[in-house]
Every structure is written in structure tokens, then in C-alpha cells.
């Protein structure tokens, strides 16, 4: 898989934003719980919003929005930001 093609798959759907927000969310939680639960509510809510408009859950932009939260708590556990 290239880059290029990476790329394009990231541009669909804006998966590449939902990634970034959960990296944000992420380094902005205190603890693994707090991740967790605000990685899966904010992603649920987001794809809630987009089945009450275009009636389709994209499950990709789901799972990127809590891996990048996931990877954003991890982020800050590695550079000793956990109180």
C-alpha cells in the first residue's frame, strides 16, 4: 500500500480529522478511563449525527475516532504528562 493510497483512504469520509480529534482528546484526558469513555461517547455521538442525516454509520471513522484516542492518552503517558 502506498502513500498516496493511504492518503485517499484517510480524505474519505474524513477519517483523517476524526484521527486528529481523537489524538487531541486523547492527550487531553487524565486517565485511561477518562479516554476511553470520552473516545467511545464522542465517536457514537458523532456517527449518531451522521445516521440521523445520511441514514449510514461509517464504522471506519468510528474506530479511528477511539484508536486516535487511544494513541493521544498513550502519547501522553510516554512523555510522563499522567499526574
Do not use: Q
Not at 479511528?64 to 492518552?73: E, F, K
Amino acid at each position: 500500500m502506498s502513500i498516496k493510497e493511504i492518503i485517499d483512504w484517510l480524505s474519505v469520509s474524513n477519517r483523517g480529522i476524526h484521527l486528529i480529534a481523537g489524538l487531541i482528546l486523547g492527550i487531553i484526558c487524565t486517565s485511561w478511563y477518562m479516554a476511553g469513555i470520552v473516545g467511545v461517547t464522542v465517536s457514537a455521538g458523532m456517527e449518531y449525527k451522521d445516521y440521523k442525516y445520511a441514514k449510514e454509520i461509517d464504522y471506519f471513522d468510528l474506530l479511528m475516532l477511539i484508536g486516535g484516542t487511544i494513541v493521544g492518552y498513550g502519547l501522553r503517558v510516554l512523555c510522563g504528562l499522567v499526574f
